[in-house]
């Protein structure tokens, strides 16, 4: 009963300000994404770019589940959790300069400007244009 | 204001159809010619739709009624250029046993003309779209190479080819390899219903010179409510702009609209030709992704790169559709470290076999909005999907695959509206001839897809045009 009140609790702090929803979409793409280094502002700044344009928003469920599967493997077999992660993740790594250099893990990884291939022309990193 | 006296042409619609049939006829009338083009939207020009993100003012599925026990999207764009707006640019030709299902395996109807009839205008249309397709080989015959080079395969599909070098190809398509005068080249962006680049062909960056033409006078918003027809001839076309209403008269008059309105308008001016409604349908499509082991993807250099022909003709054409496979070069990414990019997706592509209840009606209640009646997919397109999930791990056998999956259930549409208007060379069981001039008022052209008596795996577009072409050919020879 105390545990599921504090989860509750801890839970409810995810209120649908932008604010918190750009925080929980920083923890998802961290925890997706631990094997990377990922330069903090940006990281920041894409996940509030990323909630505004996606109208990100946790369920109630999702809400109170955060803060266990943001810190621990306990709920990786919730797909309610693991595929908005996954997006936000996927979206995140096009988002950056992690491709434009070689996919390499051992470098600081930039935000560069959230992928919409509307409105960004041309791109896709991986494309090559040899006749 | 319509000028007074009597038009030449009178064409109604400004994409595909409509816009093809008029390059070719201005191509051989005149100085004097007159003609009145007409179009039901606006000119929701290629910046408006980059910055409001859609294609067209109008909502297209708020321009007709769904009474139909299966309940689907007939997508099209409203607007001038129609849906070279809108459209992915893929532009195979048809296989010549498309023309001739009925008498090859036995399954709906042949077509009044044969491949061998439309390659030379396959030819032209490719030209004047500057279509980039394979340099080497291609699944059907051709009279001369394309009109760009080939776009660049994925390493994916370099496989495929090599594992199945007489049915995988490079995809032709309207998305250019090298820029034109009007187009820059496509850089794989990925997002071609709104290409950022303006790189792939549409009437408005690559024939807004018809329109242009001083010859043509062209009205927006221009929505049409009847051919006029008197003495067995059409003599005009009324129509509204607002709320006030016009006629022009005409010597000529094309229908270009599209396979919703072109029956609707008829319907609404009286016509009762056999089959006029009917026949109405689509091609149904279904995606699969595959997570592969080792081999990365996305080296592409649009966003469908690949063709694959494995299951598109033979005899199993007898029982079940035929299927045209489309591989995509959109990164669609895999969330595993370092495996991100061994993912494909791929799009199989299946005809239907259309239903003469398949319908677009007019409801004189309902006047301005056709009336569409659809009681779903045939079963033998059904059996089609069926064939491919059997036979898909003979078609992946090049690739290392780790697995893959079935999208649930079928994309909604493909945006490719046919049947309605077909052609045939009986009157009692077709509304237009060969050359697409209605069978009984014979100065009356119903252009476009509607007129296709089958329906092929392959994107109607190229084809379309091409029969355009035809038409105008015939009519100004």
Redesign the interface.
């Known amino acids: 009963m105390g545990a599921a009140l504090a989860a509750v609790l801890v839970g409810w702090r995810f209120t649908e300000s932008t604010a918190s929803q750009t925080n929980v979409v920083a923890d998802l793409v961290k925890k ?1 994404l631990s ?1 990377l280094e990922l330069e903090p502002e940006g990281l920041r700044q894409f996940a509030s770019d990323y909630a505004i344009a996606m109208s990100f928003r946790y369920e109630l469920k999702q809400r109170l589940a955060h803060p266990v599967y943001a810190l621990t493997p306990l709920l990786d077999f919730m797909w309610s959790m693991e595929e908005p992660a ?1 997006r936000a ?2 979206t995140y ?2 988002s950056s300069d992690f ?1 434009f250099n070689g ?1 390499d893990e051992a470098r600081l990884v930039y935000y560069v400007g959230l992928y919409d ?15 | 204001m319509d000028k007074p006296g009597v038009y030449d042409l009178l064409v109604v619609g400004t994409g595909f159809a409509s816009s093809f049939f008029l390059r070719a006829y201005l191509e051989k009338v005149g100085p004097e010619a007159r003609v009145l083009v007409l179009e039901r939207g606006r000119h929701d020009t290629h910046a408006w739709q980059i910055q409001n993100r859609v294609n067209t003012s109008l909502w297209s599925l708020e321009t007709y009624l769904d009474r139909g026990s299966h309940k689907k999207p007939w997508v099209h764009t409203l607007g001038f250029g129609g849906g070279s707006n809108c459209w992915w640019a893929v532009t195979p030709r048809f296989l010549p046993s498309d023309f001739r299902m009925g008498s090859t395996y036995g399954v709906g109807v042949d077509w009044p003309l044969s491949y061998d009839d439309l390659e030379p205008h396959y030819a032209r249309a490719e030209e004047w779209m500057s279509i980039s397709g394979p340099s080497d080989d291609s699944p059907f015959p051709r009279s001369g190479p394309y009109p760009q080079p080939p776009h660049r395969l994925t390493d994916p599909d370099r496989l495929m080819k090599a594992a199945f070098p007489d049915q995988f190809f490079v995809s032709p398509t309207a998305r250019a390899r090298i820029s034109t005068p009007t187009r820059p080249a496509c850089c794989a962006t990925g997002n071609c219903h709104l290409c950022p680049v303006n790189a792939k062909f549409t009437v408005q960056n690559s024939l807004q010179s018809v329109y242009d033409d001083p010859r043509v006078t062209l009205r927006l918003e221009a929505s049409v409510q009847a051919v006029e027809v008197a003495a067995g001839l059409a003599t005009g076309v009324s129509y509204k702009i607002g709320e006030h209403e016009h006629l022009a008269h005409a010597e000529l008059i094309a229908l270009g609209a599209n396979a919703l309105f072109n029956p609707h308008i008829l319907l609404r001016s009286g016509f009762d030709d056999p089959g006029l409604g009917q026949f109405l349908d689509e091609q149904v499509a279904l995606g699969v992704t595959v997570e592969l082991d080792g081999v990365e993807n996305f080296q592409g250099s649009t966003s469908i790169t690949g063709h694959g022909y494995m299951l598109y003709d033979g005899e199993h054409r007898r029982e079940n559709s035929g299927c045209l496979m489309e591989s995509w070069n959109v990164p669609t990414l895999r969330i595993e470290r370092k495996r991100w990019r061994q993912i494909l997706r791929l799009k199989f592509i299946f005809e239907n076999l259309a239903e003469a209840t398949n319908q677009v009606r007019y409801d004189p209640t309902e006047p301005d909005k056709p009336v569409v009646v659809y009681a779903g997919d045939s079963e033998y397109a059904k059996r089609g999907m069926r064939m491919l999930e059997a036979r898909l791990p003979e078609i992946l056998k090049s690739l290392p695959v780790e697995r893959y999956r079935f999208d649930d259930g079928t994309n909604g549409t493909e945006a490719h509206m046919l049947g309605t208007t077909i052609m045939g060379n009986d009157p009692n069981t077709s509304v237009v001839d060969r050359y697409l001039v209605h069978h009984k008022v014979r100065n009356l052209l119903v252009l476009g897809g509607g007129a296709f008596p089958t329906m092929s795996p392959s994107n109607p577009t190229l084809t379309l045009s091409a029969l355009s072409l035809w038409a105008a050919e015939h009519l100004m020879a």
Do not use: R
């Open positions: 997706k094997y996954t993740a996927l790594l096009m491709f996919a291939p509307s409105l960004v022309t041309c791109s896709n990193p991986f494309a090559k244009f040899d006749l």
